[in-house]
């Protein structure tokens, strides 16, 4: 497991364009694929998580081209053109790739079996499998929770072999949304989704430029039955949520001044920005592309923070960033308290505990630890330490930005290669930061 030392960073300063969006991308290779004709995507993420997409859409007969530059080609094969894959489909440590494409290949005329790594083995597939199957839809799954997730085929005269109808969401879930929205092309009848789907809406907002009609409001999402996806070109914005590292870190470090540039601003993912706002940071964020995915630009400048209290109806707009805010809290003066955040327990690992015993290593003291999430009273200092990633990329990037404020020598990070699941060339970024100032 690689090891990286860090040492206390003084300001950071520059302007920066972060990695297209993860969500943003998985789903321009996903609705590619599913499209009729080529669709050309511009700034993909090339993170380990959007290759899994690749390489499972690539065993279901799907063929990618690498444009010039960052343009990717994808060659739609039309909602009944998979073909059944040789072996199970490897989704790496990818929750986006496994859960959506559940709700595609239950509708396929040939079984399937998704897996994945060690982590994505062992979060709950349930909360996709079950309302799959209200719509029809065939899964077994190991010790009836989990991956390896076995999908039984449809008959293959049936070309909209799943029942519609509408479904209650019982957690606030983009990826469990989007998995019935994905099925909502292989149904008889209209699919409406009510419940909680407050999360981000990236498939609402992205089918319509693939030639889809659907309704969104906050109240419900209904696809009409019988639709098939256009090609599409799409220019993937930079991920608000690997931005948020370094509005974080110019948040942590005195005199630090950053700015980010070509960076989503979909108000379902910006809830980081808002709650930096409360607690005092500087920060400012402008549209300039005001389009379905808007995009644009955020800046940063250091002042002192103070604590806030993040309810759990923010949770949703920033569950990436639940990490950050711990670090963030421990250089807050007053109380932070984040509260509603128990999804956060069935990410790539338990990120609370995860952040509880890595901050504890630290030297960091929580008032409250609770099952949906925590308490600090601020300010607090971090001693350089031993600091875990638990091979979970948000946590292994948090860790490196607590190494940047630590005291007392080296911090150490284990398992600095899990930050290429969504970022791998943020070290060079981090050193570009660095370089300005
Ligand atoms: C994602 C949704 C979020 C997020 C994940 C990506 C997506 O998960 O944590 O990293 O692309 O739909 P949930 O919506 O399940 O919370």
Redesign the pocket.
Known sequence: MSVLSILPSHALQGTLQVPGD??IS?RCLIFGALATGNSVFEGLSSGEDVQSTQRCLEKLGVSFERLSGSQMQVHGVGLRGLKSPEAPLDCGNS??TLRLLMGILAAQPFDTILTGDASLRSRPMTRVSEPLQQLGGQFRLHQERFAPVYITGVSNSDSSPLSGGESILQVA????K?ALLLAGFYTREAITLKGLIQ??DHTEKMLPDFGVTLEANSARIHLPAQQQLTASHFKVPGDPSSAAFWLVAAALIPGSEVCIEGVSLNPTRTGLFEVLKRMGAEIHWETTAPQAEPLGKVWLRYAPLQGTTIEATEIPAL??EVPLIALLATQASGTTRVQGAE?LRI?ECDRLDAMHSNLQAMGVHYTENREDGFTIEGTQPLQAAQWQSYHDHRIAMTGVLAGLIAQGGAHQLIGADSIAISYPGFLKDLERLQATS
């Open positions: 993860k969500s998985h929750g986006t879930s983009a990826q469990v989007s999360s981000r569950v990436d999804e990410k």
